[in-house]
């Protein structure tokens, strides 16, 4: 009798996680195996956050993605993007008017292409504007404690580079 209803058991749970349709993971694309990232563009006249911006999109995508980067000539996509808006603010003030804590945004405008069939994958712009805390990268420092703009800017490319990967992943 507890053999009977073990296998029923048994049986219920395999034939409910057959069909419920749920996976473990990220979804990716099936028809693309390779990615090239090219250095992302910058009129901007603060200098590096285009290569480190590029450094972060290339090793989430290395780390989080089946993906391997190629050469722009054997890839499958081009992962494209530009550095469309930088912006520093200043947050709090000492008594003296002399920065406490200051803000740090990165916009970006980011293309996915198939470099087989010349198809858009995905097209996204991360605007600095209202919609900045679900959108681009926000990141705040305080040069009192020992932080720094140069900090500020790679912490700021590694939230942007994680918001672009999460793009590749196929849609549900």
């Known amino acids: 009798m507890f053999r009977k209803i073990v296998n029923r058991m048994l049986l219920i749970c395999i034939v409910a996680s057959a069909g419920c349709g749920y996976t473990l993971g990220t979804q990716t694309r099936h028809d693309v195996r390779t990615v090239h990232v090219p250095v992302f563009k910058s009129e901007s006249s603060r200098r590096n956050l285009d290569y480190l911006l590029t450094e972060a999109v290339q090793r989430e995508i290395r780390t989080r993605t089946p993906y391997r980067l190629e050469d ?22 000492t ?68 918001r672009i990967v999460d793009l590749m992943e196929a849609p549900w």
Do not use: C
Request: charged share 20%.
């Open 72 to 93: 722009a000539e054997t890839a499958d996509t081009i992962l494209k993007g530009r550095i469309v808006e930088i912006g520093k603010s200043v947050l709090s003030e």
């Open 95 to 162: 008594r003296y008017d002399d920065p406490r804590e200051l803000q740090l945004m990165v916009g970006a405008e980011v293309t996915w292409v198939d470099r087989r069939s010349g198809q858009i994958l995905h097209q996204q712009t991360f605007p600095v504007g209202p919609q900045l805390t679900q959108q681009a990268s926000n990141v705040s420092f305080a040069p009192e404690v020992g932080h720094s703009l140069a900090t500020a800017q790679q912490e700021a490319a590694q939230r942007l580079a994680a």
